[in-house]
């Protein structure tokens, strides 16, 4: 089963704009994480919100998270043609023997120059 | 350089026969994991490991094999009892709850 449900499955927008990613899960987590995927190459790690956070910046990239609404967004500012990518959330359950990461479909992102 | 590199990068099969992907960390990482990923599927798990000498099945283990006998090392098989095994595999590793996985390229895996 997929924890993680991103929306929407893909996004067209112009260099320059902010793209939006909304992920939508079912259970308790312990934090959620975002990850990038370039064509046919494995992820890369982007960022990590823990249960107990409700917003986390790094560099462009904004997280928010709403706990109560089960849902978080990952917000990309001043968007780049290298940005384009597959954009993936991801739920942990953990600690312990709990932990273990689970991936929604993905997001589309292409960015336009 | 520390990193997690899984081999090959393509890989074929022929029907009934069983493969294995490689998978090996030098980050000291406890947990490992095997993914698999289809066009529009997004990633599933497959079996993940927290310790060494220990694995749990993930939410599409069969068909699959895995073995965790050394920290660094967490070798996949693809058994001629999975059925539609073409697919894209990634191997991650990460250190308890609370950071971030790196994953492999991972391996392109064919049947022909």
């Known amino acids: 089963s997929q924890q993680g449900e991103e929306d929407p499955q893909a996004l067209s927008i112009q260099e320059g704009e902010n793209a939006t990613m909304n992920c939508s899960y079912k259970t308790s987590i312990n934090n959620l994480q975002w990850y990038r995927q370039n064509s046919g190459r494995g992820l890369v790690h982007l960022i990590l919100i823990r249960s107990n956070e409700r917003e986390k910046h790094s560099g462009r990239l904004r997280v928010t998270l709403d706990t109560s609404k089960k849902s978080s967004s990952l917000l990309i500012t001043a968007s780049r043609a290298a940005d384009t990518a597959s954009y993936f959330c991801?739920?942990?359950?953990?600690?312990?023997?709990?932990?273990?990461?689970?991936f929604g479909k993905g997001i589309t992102l292409s960015v336009r120059p | 350089d520390g990193g997690i590199t899984q081999s090959p990068k393509y890989l074929f099969r022929k029907e009934g026969q069983n493969v294995t992907l490689s998978c090996e960390q030098n980050l000291n990482h406890d947990a490992m994991y095997w993914y698999r990923q289809d066009p529009g599927q997004g990633l599933r798990l497959i079996y993940y490991?927290?310790?060494?000498?220990?694995?749990q099945k993930g939410d599409i283990a069969e068909g699959y094999s895995v073995s965790r006998e050394k920290k660094e090392s967490f070798p996949l098989t693809v058994t001629s009892a999975q059925k539609n095994p073409t697919a894209f595999y990634l191997c991650a590793s990460s250190m308890p709850t609370g950071r971030g996985a790196f994953f492999g390229q991972g391996t392109r895996l064919t049947v022909v």
């Open positions: 991801a739920t942990d359950a953990g600690p312990g023997a709990n932990s273990k990461l689970t």
């Open positions: 490991s927290q310790i060494v000498n220990d694995f």
